[in-house]
């Protein structure tokens, strides 16, 4: 189970000069991050190093399944807020810049059910096209009027929750001092003049507009923040929480199904499993996905947003709330701690581990540690972890639908337990996943894998 002081952030924001980010390498060609079935990296080849006379990459805005090429990471925080709990009132927005955005919910999303029990938490959430991330305190007072205890939370809104993870540090010095001296707005003003971005009207701002899948050249630009905010790995803690049940999610998330991740607080590591999630689901083939929905990562959801994830057809969410669990129609996948269930037959097969789920697992871990001992033969250079876990599902993906293409350009269109095997798949456990697969994506093939004959 990861602890809440695993995810204490790394970078102090204002403290010194800026932070660059150690470069992933660059795939080779035929080699690691390629689509088209090239198969897995050997495990005896180490990762290659960067040559110095490379140029730095610049900072792309990426969501998991989706890039808009040309878009440049840029500080952009549109609101800034406090958060208050008044015994009387219940959670209340108590200042905020700009004074006539719109912060409805923001309320509840930026202290979560439950909060009261812990000390403090961080909380990323999704306030209509905007995302956000709020750090959260309490803090025991000698007040009747409070009930013994004072809860606030320091929170900003950006376009992108790829930037927000640099303004973790200040959130939490600032819950703070809101704590001990309540009602004292400058420093978060002159945050905000600082940073407030101008948002502009235009093509590839709109959440309705058909996505750029990933390519893999662009790969050693990805996550930067979780690299930061979590000092072991979000990516790691993620294998190490679910096991071989990442497996199953893989599925799921591939399959755009929408899927619900319960836990008490702190919420924050589970943010990072939302997002972990959505990143079993990357495809850089050109032609896929078309027409199956983008996997949204809408993070922290609460009771208020019920209304808003009945009309959603694919997202990966995370609650503290247990009544989520009775409200089968907003869901179609409910984790709860390692415990994924679903309640639709037609799904349940894809809850089994089969042959080929311990395989990749297998591999990943192979990998994993062949990694691991690169980073200690190698002390002047720190390969990534979270690209070796983004690139595997990449990889396997790009894998299972370059087979699914060829087979649909082919004469006879079908598809047989030899392909199965060859795209890492078992013939018999994953009949049922290649099915909704080829329904989810409209693939025309026909699948001649026959069930098990009875004995």
Aim: aromatic fraction near 10%; proline fraction near 8%.
């Amino acid at each position: 189970m990861v602890e809440q002081g695993d995810a204490a952030p790394l970078l102090r924001w204002a403290e010194g000069p800026a932070v660059s980010l150690p470069q992933a390498p660059q795939p080779q060609a035929g080699g690691w991050g390629r689509g088209g079935g090239g198969g897995a990296r050997p495990a005896a080849e180490p990762p290659r190093r960067r040559e110095p006379e490379e140029p730095a990459a610049p900072e792309v805005l990426l969501q998991p399944g989706r890039l808009e090429l040309g878009d440049v990471e840029e500080d952009q925080v549109v609101a800034v807020f406090v958060v208050t709990f008044d015994p009387r009132s219940g959670n209340m927005v108590e200042w905020c810049l700009p004074q006539d955005i719109d912060l409805e919910g923001v309320e509840f999303k930026s202290m979560a059910s439950g909060s009261h029990k812990i000390q403090s938490d961080f909380i990323y959430f999704r306030k209509g096209p905007f995302f956000g991330l709020a750090c959260f305190a309490n803090m025991p007072v000698e007040s009747e009027l409070e009930r013994g205890a004072r809860m606030k939370s320091v929170g900003i809104l950006s376009p992108s929750y790829t930037l927000l993870y640099r303004y973790m540090h200040f959130l939490e010095n600032q819950v703070r001092h809101q704590l001990e001296m309540p009602g004292h707005y400058s420093h978060l003003a002159a945050f905000y003049e600082d940073k407030k971005g101008v948002l502009h009207a235009g093509p590839g701002r709109g959440s309705s507009l058909p996505p750029v899948y990933w390519l893999p050249s662009i790969h050693r630009y990805m996550y930067p923040e979780m690299k930061i905010t979590h000092p072991a790995g979000c990516m790691s803690q993620f294998i190490k929480f679910f096991g071989e049940q990442i497996l199953i999610l893989w599925k799921f998330a591939l399959l755009r199904k929408r899927i619900l991740i319960f836990s008490p607080p702190p919420v924050g590591v589970v943010c990072y499993r939302v997002y972990c999630c959505c990143c079993l689901a990357n495809v850089s083939l050109p032609g896929i996905g078309g027409t199956i929905p983008e996997s949204k990562p809408f993070f922290y959801v609460n009771v208020a947003d019920i209304e808003s994830l009945e009309v959603e057809v694919s997202y990966v969410a995370c609650t503290t709330e247990k009544i989520f669990e009775e409200k089968r129609e907003l869901y179609d996948v409910y984790v709860d701690n390692q415990n994924v269930k679903t309640h639709h037959d037609h799904l349940q097969p894809l809850l089994k581990i089969n042959s080929a789920d311990r395989e990749k697992y297998r591999r990943l871990n192979e990998q994993r540690q062949m990694l691991l001992y690169s980073q200690e033969v190698e002390e002047d250079y720190n390969p990534c972890e979270e690209d070796l876990f983004v690139l595997f599902f990449l990889e396997q993906n790009n894998r299972i639908f370059q087979t699914l293409l060829e087979v649909s350009a082919s004469q006879d269109k079908t598809l047989t337990a030899e392909h199965a095997r060859g795209m890492g798949l078992d013939p018999q456990g994953d009949r049922s996943f290649l099915l909704d697969l080829l329904e989810a994506y409209g693939i025309d093939v026909m699948l001649v894998i026959d069930n098990p004959c009875c004995p």
